[in-house]
């Protein structure tokens, strides 16, 4: 059974920092792909970055002050954000799949709140 726990939300002020973990459990070695996305209250989800077989494919409001990473031997993905606006509060979530007929598999978030 794959599961996805995130991590490393809060509340921070304009200009912070943050680092998003997602722990693994259930899958080990290679992924087809592993991404976070975000959403809003009242807004669709939406991706923030995602990594697959080419080039990590950033949103343009990430590009530049987000990265994501993964530590194989912790099973874990992170998302590190820099520069943080209000605009970027929503609850983050990471998603992974194994294999092209795979599913993809969902964490259930962590809330990131940037005050002004």
């Known amino acids: 059974q794959v599961a996805l726990v995130e991590s490393g939300g809060g509340l921070v002020r304009t200009g912070d920092s943050l680092r998003l973990s997602c722990v693994v459990s259930g899958a080990t070695g290679n992924l087809l792909a592993m991404g976070w996305y975000r959403q809003a209250p009242g807004q669709l989800r939406e991706l923030v970055a995602l990594a697959s077989l080419g080039p990590v494919n950033y949103a343009d409001f990430a590009k530049g002050r987000f990265t994501i990473s993964r530590d194989n031997a912790k099973n874990t993905i992170y998302l590190q954000m820099n520069s943080l606006t209000p605009e970027d509060t929503a609850t983050y979530f990471c998603?992974?799949?194994?294999?092209?007929?795979?599913?993809?598999?969902w964490g259930q978030g962590t809330q990131v709140t940037v005050s002004s």
């Open positions: 998603t992974i799949r194994l294999s092209v007929g795979d599913q993809w598999h």
